[in-house]
T-cell receptor, first 114, second 109 residues
Framework: GAGVSQSPSNKVTEKGKDVELRCDPISGHTALYWYRQSLGQGLEFLIYFQGNSAPDKSGLPSDRFSAERTGGSVSTLTIQRTQQEDSAVYLC????????????FGPGTRLTVT | AQRVTQPEKLLSVFKGAPVELKCNYSYSGSPELFWYVQYSRQRLQLLLRHISRESIKGFTADLNKGETSFHLKKPFAQEEDSAMYYCALRREYGNKLVFGAGTILRVKS
């Protein structure tokens, strides 16, 4: 079946602009995660959704970062006033449930802030 | 807080040689440990998890709570094993994964 999809695959933006990254999880998966993969920081957790609620936002690096999930499906990660240090690959993952279940990862969105 | 350490950024071995990718963790509870693999131009995918106790693509990993380690091993490396390998931890009843920095495995012919 279809896996996790993310769009765009690549995004180049100017410093100070806002960007939106989209994630389509596997159908039926109630849990959704955002991670960031960068050269200096490795793979780090950003936020977790269960349904439309985000019980764990502890990884969001600043208040410029926000995310929402609607209809228990699609999620959008928004970065406002982008900075060069935001350049990274943003990965989305989904799982059937939060604990015990395997997380399936999307291909990622490569964000470059110039 | 949980932490995962992968001491080697790059591990280079010859085809047919044994491979051991090291992973140590710090967590006071009962963790769940995973190995994820990312082949070139492919997405991150689960290789194995300690609760499954299975061998995938010839790889095994044993959770050693005394040494807080979860090293990944394969007796005979193949060229197609070349990839980035991440060790990850999830605390009991937790949701998010905490990843190590990753180790690039290069298998030379």
């Amino acid at each position: 079946g279809a896996g996790v999809s993310q769009s765009p695959s690549n995004k180049v933006t100017e410093k100070g602009k806002d960007v939106e990254l989209r994630c389509d999880p596997i159908s039926g998966h109630t849990a959704l995660y955002w991670y960031r993969q960068s050269l200096g920081q490795g793979l780090e957790f950003l936020i977790y959704f269960q349904g439309n609620s985000a019980p764990d936002k502890s990884g969001l690096p600043s208040d410029r970062f926000s995310a929402e999930r609607t209809g228990g499906s699609v999620s959008t990660l928004t970065i406002q006033r982008t900075q060069q240090e935001d350049s990274a690959v943003y990965l989305c993952a989904s799982s059937f449930g939060p604990t015990l279940y395997e997380q399936y990862f999307g291909p990622g969105t490569r964000l470059t802030v110039t | 807080a949980q932490r995962v350490t992968q001491p080697e950024k790059l591990l280079s071995v010859f085809k047919g040689a044994p491979v051991e990718l090291k992973c140590n963790y710090s967590y006071s509870g009962s963790p769940e440990l995973f190995w994820y693999v990312q082949y070139s131009r492919q997405r991150l995918q689960l290789l194995l998890r300690h609760i499954s106790r299975e061998s995938i693509k010839g790889f095994t990993a044993d959770l050693n709570k005394g040494e807080t380690s979860f090293h990944l091993k394969k007796p005979f490396a193949q060229e197609e094993d070349s990839a980035m390998y991440y060790c990850a931890l999830r605390r009991e009843y937790g949701n998010k994964l905490v990843f190590g920095a990753g180790t690039i495995l290069r298998v030379k012919s």
